[in-house]
């Protein structure tokens, strides 16, 4: 995606831009992941990409093309996206095998029994689902096995690529570990790109090659994972690292300031950084000029401290 902005109208009126003069790429066989708190734009982006949302400005590319140039059967048959909520995303009484064969069915023109039989089984296995399940509606599954059937649903027409938001957020510890496998599995079979958007910096670090880390629907950092994580420069991502449940659960407490960074009410419209209301290091400068993207120390980062 290229310069891409997203402009929503407000439910009492006016506008929201979610989605501020963003690109980013994701290439075959690779995870990008997209890591931010709540409203931050990153499932906006996710949505976008996936041909559910268009851009207001920018443009979005799959395959070569123009998303808004390809017909919706054909970019659906490239772009998939799998929801966060595996309770709501799914009719609770539509049956697993009727949910595997639809996007077959619509999407591939497999009109036959037995071939879309043949194909549901195959990833039932891939998804440590057994034929028992293919009768079962929605309803009868635990929220792990609802989020497989997400997973094996997106993955089913073989796409390009695959926008995965937040996949595990909704399920237990042990689902959510068999989950993240599960796809990176995929990943790897089918060289898919994958865009993986989650709130967790350290889980977003084991798992894609590279990171970006989204504010209030803009970029603030990027580059590979490993050398953010290694060192974060901008001091949103520092906030990140220090608030992961993992360092949290080691006892590493971040900075009295950085927990009011956290929960600080935002002035919507901002001319500067929208993280320098919030920012414990924030100069003059910040309030007045909007920092662009610059490269430091290996990676792009948005922040007048460089």
Request: glycine content about 8%; charged content about 25%.
């Amino acid at each position: 995606m290229n310069h891409v902005s997203k402009i929503f109208r407000g439910k009492r009126g006016g506008f929201i831009t979610a989605l501020d003069d963003v690109s980013l790429s994701v290439n075959e066989g690779q995870i990008h992941a997209i890591v931010g708190e709540s409203g931050s734009g990153k499932s906006t982006i996710g949505r976008m990409t996936a041909g559910l949302v268009r851009p207001s400005k920018g443009e979005i590319m799959v395959g070569g093309t123009e998303i808004r140039k390809i017909p919706e059967k054909d970019l659906f048959k490239q772009a998939q996206y799998i929801h966060q909520d595996p309770y709501g995303s799914l009719d609770p009484y539509t049956p697993v095998q009727e949910v595997l064969s639809r996007p077959l069915r619509y999407l591939l023109g497999i009109k036959s029994g037995p071939e879309q039989m043949k194909i549901i089984l195959e990833y039932m296995e891939k998804m440590r689902l057994n034929t028992d399940y293919l009768n079962k509606t929605i309803q009868e599954l635990s929220g792990g096995e609802r989020q497989r059937v997400l997973v094996a649903r997106a993955f089913i027409v073989n796409p390009r690529y695959v926008a995965a938001d937040e996949p595990t957020t909704m399920i237990d510890f042990i689902s959510r570990q068999e989950v993240m496998q599960m796809i990176l599995d995929l990943r790897k079979q089918y060289n898919t790109a994958i865009l993986f958007i989650t709130h967790d910096l350290l889980v977003a670090g084991k798992v894609a090659e590279d990171l970006s880390v989204m504010y209030r629907g803009k970029v603030v950092e990027t580059g590979k994972g490993s050398t953010i994580l290694g060192k974060p420069l901008h001091p949103y991502t520092q906030l990140l690292m220090e608030v992961a449940p993992e360092n949290l659960a080691k006892g590493i407490i971040p900075a009295r300031e950085m927990q009011k960074a956290a929960t600080a009410e935002h002035v919507t419209m901002i001319k500067g950084c929208k993280y320098a209301p919030v920012c414990p290091f924030a100069m003059k400068i910040c309030s007045e000029v909007d920092p662009e993207l610059k490269t430091v120390d290996g990676r792009m980062v948005s922040c007048h401290l460089y």
